[in-house]
């Protein structure tokens, strides 16, 4: 038992709240396979799971696409070009994490687990291990487009 749910019982909480970042890489399509896996293998009733969307630099003020409604992971659906600001691009990424939170109903329960959406640009390696500085972390799971990201967490971070 860690230091943090030591404070959380003493607090009289049966189950100390757990920080899940499960992060993905945006591109033509949002894998769902880490969140699904956070979601059935690490994530308790009364757990907060921050989705960490990461822009890929390259793709920073130009056009993105769009994304499909997240059916499944490999399958393609309404694409479409986002364009505007990164902010406009943001939104529209953060709409469609949203859609997708919806579909995976049957994977958890949302009144038992918060979900946050938080899209980032990766402009450097170590974004994901940033974020997961700035909020007490319990577990990172990273997608497995995000490979660059597993050096910095493993080194800056002391999670699972």
């Known amino acids: ?7 959380g019982k003493e607090r009289g909480s049966n189950v ?4 899940v970042i499960v992060a993905v ?5 949002i894998r769902r396979t880490a969140l699904v896996w956070a979601l059935t293998h690490v994530v308790q009733p009364g757990d907060c799971v921050k989705l960490l969307v990461v822009i890929p630099s390259h793709t ?10 997240f059916s499944s992971d490999c399958t393609t659906g309404h694409w479409r070009s986002l364009s505007g600001t990164i902010l406009d691009q943001k939104d529209d990424i953060t709409h469609s994490c949203s859609q ?3 579909q995976l109903h049957d994977v958890y329960d ?6 946050k959406i938080k899209v980032v ?6 974004v994901v291990a940033a974020e997961a500085k700035r909020t ?3 577990w990172v799971v990273l997608d497995k487009r995000l490979k660059k990201e597993v050096k910095p967490c493993m080194e800056q971070l002391e999670c699972n």
Not at 1 to 7: A, G, H, I, T
Not at 16 to 19: C, D, E, G, L, S
Not at 110 to 115: F, L, P, R, S, Y
């Open 1 to 7: 038992m860690n230091l943090r749910q030591k404070s």
């Open 16 to 19: 100390a709240q757990k920080v």
């Open 25 to 29: 890489k945006a591109s033509k399509e």
């Open 60 to 69: 920073s003020g130009k056009k993105l696409w769009g994304f499909p409604r």
């Open 100 to 102: 997708m939170m919806l």
């Open 110 to 115: 949302a009144d038992k687990i918060k979900v």
């Open 121 to 126: 640009s990766g402009s450097s390696c170590g």
């Open 136 to 138: 007490p972390t319990n």
